[in-house]
């Protein structure tokens, strides 16, 4: 007994101090405490990015980004209160965020470099949307970037075609496009234009943060060819506040009909009354003007209007014919696509159809016709009627400005 108790008491004075030791993570900092196996790195987000195609809705691009039909409709509601929607443009971006879990925690629509919107869903608190209804409400924020806007006086002569011949002065193609615009109605580039032509014009140009990001409205133009007047075009605020382009006699730029069906394209064969067939043979007439472009190129209506035949047309092959007002009627065959029906109110600029070789045709071209009550007309000989010239009781205001855009065009020499 004596030897157990012994051994007892031993082992009391060996456990004792080990039992009221303190504790020593008490004085550890928290940082360095031990506490789990550290897990893994948080998983990265997933993001699904769709570009806009033409004509297609937001809901549409939302949707093939795997969004959800319900979540699509609530976020295409959501944009609408910042965004018009129906103005949308091929090429616009839609980004969707989403959690690990797929969750979307954010849509991002990309308009433009200057433009864009963040659509996410609005905290619990701020919806009263019942969550059996498995719909969720959505915040949109707004990002605009500042513009400044430049103007800047330009001139150039033509040694090639007019883009070649603005490109060389460092601008885009897109300049070009508008400068063409101002004077489709008065002036056909692809077979009026020669070496040596100059034009002058003072443009807009648009900056965010010190870049160049695009370019505003052409405020004046020129264009000298040595066959033809010169022909200006002067923006200016009429009566009604609204800006639009005169010439310096004050007469409107815009006018019913518009020289040519196509943009930038070339003449291949003019209106003709004894031209050789190329298929048939002989000696035939040719009351049209054919213009040589690559198959699917736009082909627009020269001027308001309704189609009256749209469809297969014997050797003419895919045909458009619209009826315009003052008697007038174009028609625009061999098309390899057909984008407009009969009995249809159609636009000037509205695409029609598509540049093809349908019908007895050896490549692809357009065959340009126009009648005016009911007899075949050269289309670039006609003088079409202009639009409203300045108001008399601005007239005097007018002529200041033309003065003051002269000096600045004087400052620019091709």
């Not at 997933?46 to 979540?71: I, N, P």
């Not at 879990?101 to 905290?123: F, K, Q, T």
């Not at 014997?314 to 984008?339: C, D, F, P, Q, W």
Request: glycine share 8%; aromatic share 8%.
């Amino acid at each position: 007994m004596r030897t157990l108790g012994s051994c007892l008491a031993l082992l009391l004075v060996l456990v004792l101090p080990i039992l009221t030791l303190p504790s020593r993570t008490a004085n550890v900092p928290a940082e360095h405490r031990w506490t789990r196996p550290l897990g893994r790195a948080a998983a990265p987000l997933a993001t699904q990015t769709v570009t806009l195609r033409s004509r297609e809705t937001l809901e549409a691009a939302l949707r093939r980004a795997g969004v959800r039909r319900h979540d699509a409709v609530e976020i295409s509601a959501a944009l609408r209160r910042e965004v018009d929607l129906r103005r949308l443009a091929r090429g616009e971006r839609i980004a969707v965020e989403r959690a690990p879990a797929g969750e979307i925690l954010r849509v991002v629509h990309e308009r433009s470099p200057l433009e864009r919107y963040e659509v996410r869903p609005a905290p619990a608190d701020e919806t009263d949307v019942p969550v059996e209804r498995e719909m969720r409400a959505w915040t949109v924020a707004a990002h605009r970037v500042a513009l400044d806007t430049r103007v800047d006086a330009l001139a150039g002569r033509l040694e090639d075609s007019l883009f070649a011949s603005v490109e060389r002065l460092g601008e885009r193609p897109m300049l070009t496009a508008k400068f063409v615009a101002l004077f489709e109605w008065d002036f056909d580039f692809a077979a009026d234009s020669l070496p040596g032509d100059e034009f002058r014009m003072v443009v807009e140009k648009r900056f965010a943060a010190g870049q160049f990001v695009g370019y505003g409205d052409i405020v004046a133009a020129e264009y000298k060819s040595a066959e033809r007047p010169m022909l200006s075009a002067v923006r200016f605020a009429d009566g009604d506040g609204a800006p639009r382009y005169y010439d310096y006699q004050g007469e409107a730029t815009r006018k019913l009909f518009l020289r040519a069906p196509l943009e930038f394209t070339r003449v291949t064969s003019g209106y003709s009354h004894a031209r050789r067939h190329p298929i048939l043979g002989g000696l035939r007439p040719h009351l049209a003007v054919d213009y040589g472009a690559p198959t699917g190129t736009p082909v627009r209506a020269v001027a308001d209007g309704i189609v009256s035949a749209s469809g297969r047309a014997g050797g003419y092959g895919l045909s458009v014919t619209i009826r315009h007002a003052r008697g007038y009627e174009s028609m625009y065959n061999h098309l390899s696509k057909i984008r407009a029906r009969t009995g249809q109110r159609v636009r000037q600029r509205d695409v029609i159809g598509h540049v093809g070789a349908t019908g007895l045709a050896t490549g692809p071209h357009l065959d340009y016709r126009l009648r005016r009550n009911g007899r075949f007309v050269d289309p670039l000989a006609e003088k079409f009627v202009p639009g409203q010239p300045v108001a008399r009781e601005r007239l005097r205001a007018f002529r200041a400005h033309v003065r003051a855009i002269k000096g600045q065009l004087a400052v620019a020499n091709p």
